[in-house]
């Protein structure tokens, strides 16, 4: 069975610090993993995905995500964020060994960048 | 390239009533699926196709139906509204030849019954 779970509902960050949103995941096998972002009144947009590799991931806009298989997470970072990084995203993963066609989405977390 | 289209963008339904929601996908893709996003409950798979002529339940499948009759099209088709169906519907594309691809989504479908 593939889950995914991301804890914080809201992430709050000041315009030019780091941000990190943050995604565990539980899989029988292999984990690929998602990331999109949702901006107000629009369909989700594709960021960047984990398949295998280099456990550092780099995306669109400039986020990034880290794969850390010990601790079965795979957070969303950006070194420093903009007010027009605010919006809602969303951590995705299929299972490799036996998952679905669909991967399973997280409840999403919207992040707030404040002036 | 138009991506994936949803249709209509807004709807009201009076409970009882039937529609179809409209999903069109001009990229050649072979799975298909939709979802309903609804405050905090995330994306949940509604119904999801791997190609046409096959067609799956998702997580939250009752009260809906589809069909894939043509690779482009994945119509979700509501056969008796309720208030509990009220959400914003997304339909969802992705290229086959790899499990592993990133989904393609439409612009949704804001559905209100009453």
């Known amino acids: 069975a593939q889950s995914v779970a991301q804890p914080e509902d809201q992430v709050n960050v000041a315009e030019g610090n780091p941000l990190t949103v943050k995604c565990t995941y539980s899989?029988?096998?292999?984990?690929?993993l998602f990331w999109y972002v949702q901006y107000p009144n629009r369909g989700l947009q594709f960021l960047l995905k984990y398949i295998t590799g280099d456990n550092l991931v780099k995306g669109s806009y400039g986020f990034e995500a880290e794969f850390n298989k010990s601790q079965t997470s795979f957070h969303l970072k950006k070194p420093s964020a903009l007010v027009s990084d605010s919006a809602l995203y969303f951590c995705?993963?299929?299972?490799?060994?036996?998952?679905?066609?669909?991967?399973?989405f997280g409840r999403g977390t919207s992040l707030i960048v404040h002036p | 390239n138009a991506g994936v289209t949803q249709t209509p963008k807004f709807q009201v339904l009076k409970t009882g009533q039937s529609m179809t929601l409209q999903c069109a996908q001009d990229?050649?893709?072979?799975?298909m699926s939709w979802y309903r996003q609804d405050p905090g409950m995330g994306l949940r798979l509604i119904h999801y196709s791997v190609g046409a002529g096959i067609t799956d339940q998702g997580e939250v499948p009752n009260g809906y139906n589809v069909s894939r009759s043509t690779t482009e099209d994945f119509p979700l088709r509501l056969l008796s509204a309720a208030p509990s169906q009220t959400s914003v519907y997304f339909c969802?594309?992705?290229?086959?030849?790899?499990?592993?691809?990133?989904?393609?989504f439409g612009q949704g479908t804001r559905l209100t019954v009453v």
């Open positions: 995705a993963v299929r299972d490799g060994l036996g998952g679905s066609y669909i991967p399973t």
């Open positions: 969802a594309s992705r290229i086959k030849g790899g499990l592993n691809t990133e989904a393609f």
């Open positions: 899989v029988s096998g292999n984990p690929y």
């Open positions: 990229m050649n893709h072979e799975y």
